[in-house]
């Protein structure tokens, strides 16, 4: 069966201050129909630039699409024209986004905001758009939902909210919703609730799933396969059981390493991984991480490792993968 | 929304009438005479019929009773007679307002279409050859007084192309015609309308560029929005609410500049009867123009305050 998605060495780069930010380098990945993908790695690494590429929420200035393919249900959407990608977006991807509290807009009524996709692409008139509307808030849990369809957002609370962005993806039953970092700005408790949220609604409407996250232990529990991205670079892409069972690419060891076990949990800093993010100005000549690695090797500052199989259906790209089965915790020696 | 402006109109009482004392001091301080002023200078003067003017004129009484009588009178609707042609004041402002109005609504509705729509434009199209054209001639605009805009119109226009008429309202002798009309208009609206348009252009355009990457505006494109509707709903939306206190603002400005447009161009508004009141010292006249313009300053501010309001339903429901 043909995947729902294919994405072929995409590359989006930005251009500002005379100097040029290799934001997407060549990723490559596939989506099947109902499958759940999460895309993980440290802020910067050029997740939401590569699903925002995607949709062509990419603009120039500053930035621009230069490469590759994004094949969805067999049409590339790099290709499209604005008014044909136009009739994807909102219709059969959807994307919710980081930030709930500066994703809708403040002057105008969560009622308008959900129906105008409904009316824009399926064809309803206001007032069906409204009854909809009022269907997909109770759907995603928001309580007396009929009555808040006139409600601007600051009267609602950053989860609730969060919620609301969720209906909206969800309107015209799209085959693909992509959340970037849907939690990131809620607290603890809501966090946890959205994600059930989320995975209940997958499991009820069927559709896949991008879930984008800095944090590996957010997605263990509802996701089928886990890339992990570096410097706008695939690092390591796998099942997500072996992938944490068995990481094959020292970064991801680092980031599973960077999860607080349950007596860190309170502590004001989270453990994170030693040495400066990657400068995304400069194309890198070998790995892009071997500068935090603490398993480099000369190689690695030459040449660029290739993502190559590693195992059933994961790949890695790292010059001592096979090396790295024997090691458990970030840091230890080989 | 009704209590709200209802409060708003009884907290501006105590202002109209702290309005009305300065008027009346003011107008009483003024240097020179109207009776002087009445009594051409080469008629002999008659301490005697100087004395008689002024008792029938009522400016023989201490200023407070003066003030009295003329508040009273004011109350109801009664703004004295003109001490030149002895018309009633209200009456004279009643039958001038409406060439004013005329005069600033089409102006300020001019640039507030042209200048939002321009400065839009500009930002969109931010750094590009058109950016610059409007931002010089937004400068440009911005710097040119009224007055001297009008005349350089004028001598344009009108006395070297001789495509406009230089003066009044409507051409003498002619029945009243809408063509004819704004042909008059056309100059006067022009020059005060540029100013503004220039104004509303600038501040369009910054307030755009502020809001063009917010996220609201990245999740109503990734609904599939058109560019027209993301821009004129969800960005426009936003970016006019600190452009709707600029407007506000210049309402005023606006109506003190139609002042000097109406002398220049003759236009038969309270602005021209104004200033001939004020070189015939006619204080009834004065007082009644200065008043209007407190209301039109009340009047718009409690306008913006609403337009406000309206589109900002963070403050509404405040
Ligand atoms: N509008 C932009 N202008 C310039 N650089 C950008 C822009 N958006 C993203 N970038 C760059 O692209 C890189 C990847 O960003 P992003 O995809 O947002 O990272 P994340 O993995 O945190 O989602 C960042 O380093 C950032 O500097
Ligand atoms: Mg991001």
């Given amino acids: 069966m043909a995947h729902l998605l294919e994405v072929k060495d995409l590359v989006t780069r930005f251009y500002s201050d005379r100097t040029t930010i290799h934001a997407v380098n060549g990723i490559s990945y596939t989506l099947d129909e109902g499958e759940s993908l999460a895309i993980v790695g440290e802020s910067g690494s050029g997740k939401s630039v590569g699903v925002m590429s995607l949709m062509g929420l990419i603009r120039y200035p500053p930035g621009r699409v230069e490469g590759g393919e994004a094949l969805f249900k067999g049409r590339d959407l790099l290709k499209l024209s604005p008014s044909e990608i136009r009739k994807v977006c909102g219709r059969e991807i959807a994307m919710v986004f980081q930030d709930p509290m500066t994703s809708l807009n403040p002057v105008l009524p969560i009622g308008l905001q959900l129906g105008e996709s409904l009316r824009k692409h399926m064809g309803m008139d206001k007032a069906q758009a409204q009854v909809r509307a009022a269907e997909l808030l109770a759907l995603v849990g928001l309580p007396n939902a009929a009555d808040r369809l006139k409600d601007f957002p600051f009267q609602f609370s950053g989860g609730q909210r969060q919620r609301i962005m969720i209906a909206m993806g969800l309107a015209c039953d799209p085959s693909l919703l992509i959340a970037d970092e849907p939690t990131t700005a809620l607290d603890v408790t809501i966090q946890a ?27 263990a529990g509802m996701v089928d396969k886990v890339i992990v991205m570096y410097s706008g670079y695939i690092v390591e892409q796998a099942p997500v059981d072996d992938l944490y069972e068995r990481p094959l690419h020292p970064y991801t060891l680092g980031l599973l390493h960077a999860i607080p076990t349950l007596e860190q949990r309170n502590q004001e800093r989270l453990a994170s991984i030693e040495g400066m993010p990657p400068d995304l100005r400069k194309p890198v000549t070998g790995c892009p991480f071997a500068p935090r ?27 001592r993968a096979e090396e790295l089965r024997g090691v458990h915790t970030f840091g230890d020696k080989l | 929304m009704t209590t709200y402006i209802l409060r708003r109109i009884l907290i501006s009482l105590p202002i109209i009438l702290g309005i009305t004392i300065i008027v009346f001091l003011l107008a009483n301080m003024m240097p020179g005479d109207a009776v002087l002023a009445m009594i051409s200078s080469d008629t002999p003067m008659e301490a005697d019929l100087i004395k008689l003017r002024q008792g029938q004129l009522g400016l023989d009484l201490p200023l407070y009773v003066q003030y009295g009588r003329w508040l009273g009178n004011l109350v109801h609707g009664n703004l004295g007679f003109s001490f030149q042609t002895g018309e009633p004041v209200a009456r004279m402002i009643v039958t001038r307002i409406p060439a004013t109005l005329e005069l600033m609504g089409i102006s300020l509705l001019i640039s507030i279409i042209l200048g939002v729509i321009l400065g839009t434009v500009s930002a969109l199209k931010q750094y590009s050859a058109l950016d610059y054209g409007l931002t010089l001639f937004g400068f440009t605009g911005i710097s040119i007084p009224d007055f001297f805009l009008g005349m350089i119109l004028i001598f344009i226009f009108a006395l070297k192309l001789k495509w406009f008429p230089t003066s009044g309202m409507v051409t003498a002798g002619t029945d009243f015609s809408w063509g004819d009309n704004l042909r008059h208009l056309f100059l006067p609206g022009l020059a005060l309308a540029l100013v503004r348009t220039s104004v509303f252009m600038r501040y369009t355009r910054a307030s755009v560029l502020e809001v063009i990457n917010d996220d609201y505006v990245r999740t109503a494109r990734a609904k599939g929005m058109t560019e027209f509707v993301v821009i004129a709903r969800h960005v426009l939306r936003n970016a006019l609410i600190p452009v709707i206190t600029v407007i506000g603002v210049s309402l005023t ?26 070189s015939l010292r006619d204080s009834p006249v004065i007082m009644g123009y200065v008043l209007v313009s407190a209301f039109v300053v009340l009047i718009a501010n409690l306008l913006t305050d609403v337009v406000y309001s309206w589109v900002d339903p963070r403050i509404r429901y405040e």
């Avoid at chain 2, 500049?257 to 002398?263: D, L, N, Q, S």
């Fill in chain 1, 293 to 319: 690695c603490p398993y480099a090797i000369e190689k690695c500052l030459q040449a660029i490792p290739p993502l190559q199989a590693v195992g059933p259906q994961r790949t890695s790209a790292c010059w």
């Fill in chain 1, 193 to 219: 609730q959205i994600v059930e949220l989320v995975k209940e609604l997958q499991q009820k409407l069927g559709m896949a799933i991008i879930w984008i996250s800095h944090n590996l232990a957010l997605v």
């Fill in chain 2, 253 to 278: 400005v606006l109506f003190a500049g139609a002042v000097i447009i109406e002398t220049i161009f003759q236009w038969p508004g309270i602005g021209l009867m104004f200033i001939s009141a004020i």
